[in-house]
């Protein structure tokens, strides 16, 4: 990693002009002030891609045995073996090579999913919410054709990490979901503060506009009694 990295150097750039890059990050237009993008068919992107698909990989398997830990802990408590089949299976982050309307396109989903409409392999499309809020299960719909087969991975952030962990406090975050009956599971000094549920969109009107573009349609609602954050 630390030599893809110091190779990935070549294609870096700055603004000439600092208040420019001042004025995207004060609107919230987010993309990388050091990174342009690199030729797919060079060295530093074939190690690229072969890097992510190895932590696609990873966690695929994390996931897997996750899900085997839940089912053992279930089957201790209703004294009853069972098993648990996957009905989706999503990533956060994910670069593919794909045909499109008669075309070939790399295409990078970061915060985004890749689903399938009335196909063999269309999947349930998890949308979460927020830490102590609702997800939705939802099918692919029509609109999913326009872009791209992608739908947005979650409700979105509207402050980011640095930006929640100053303006909310561990104790407000643990007193919110103590109201909603939540437990709070902590594991190692990661900051609850990141993941403050006022941190994030509201996914009701997150998940008004992907029913209004036609994208998705929500066949179930979940809500939460615990949360592991790790």
């Given amino acids: 990693y630390k030599d893809l990295r110091k190779r990935l150097r070549k294609?870096?750039?700055h603004f000439s002009d600092l208040r420019l890059w001042?004025?995207?990050?004060?609107?919230?237009?987010?993309f990388s002030r050091e990174f342009k993008g690199i030729s797919?068919?060079?060295?530093?992107?074939?190690?690229?891609?072969?890097?992510?698909k190895a932590l696609l990989n990873y966690s695929f398997v994390n996931r897997a045995i996750i899900s085997d830990?839940?089912?053992?802990?279930?089957?201790?408590?209703?004294?009853?073996?069972?098993s648990i089949e996957f009905f989706s299976d999503t990533t956060h982050e994910r670069i593919d090579y794909e045909e499109f309307n008669g075309g070939n396109y790399w295409a990078h989903?970061?915060?985004?999913v890749k689903v399938y409409y009335r196909n063999a392999d269309m999947e349930i499309l998890p949308i979460p919410g927020f830490m102590g809020?609702?997800?939705?299960?939802?099918?692919?719909?029509?609109?999913?054709?326009?872009?791209?087969?992608?739908?947005?991975?979650?409700?979105?952030?509207?402050?980011d990490k640095q930006e929640a962990k100053s303006k909310f406090s561990s104790q407000d975050i643990c007193g919110v979901l103590?109201?909603?009956?939540?437990?709070?599971?902590?594991?190692?000094?990661?900051?609850?503060?990141?993941?403050?549920?006022?941190?994030?969109?509201?996914?009701?009107?997150?998940?008004?506009?992907?029913?209004?573009n036609h994208l998705v349609a929500p066949i179930a609602s979940t809500f939460p009694l615990a949360i592991l954050k790790g």
């Fill in 11 to 13: 294609y870096s750039f």
């Fill in 109 to 112: 989903r970061n915060g985004a």
């Fill in 40 to 52: 797919a068919d060079s060295l530093e992107a074939k190690r690229f891609v072969t890097a992510m």
């Fill in 178 to 212: 103590e109201q909603k009956g939540v437990r709070l599971f902590k594991l190692g000094n990661e900051d609850i503060r990141e993941q403050a549920p006022a941190a994030f969109k509201d996914v009701y009107k997150v998940l008004e506009s992907l029913k209004s």
């Fill in 22 to 30: 001042r004025f995207y990050k004060r609107n919230r237009i987010f």
């Fill in 133 to 159: 809020g609702p997800s939705f299960l939802c099918l692919p719909q029509k609109g999913v054709i326009g872009s791209r087969y992608s739908v947005n991975h979650g409700a979105g952030r509207v402050f």
């Fill in 69 to 82: 830990f839940i089912r053992k802990a279930l089957s201790e408590v209703v004294k009853k073996d069972f």
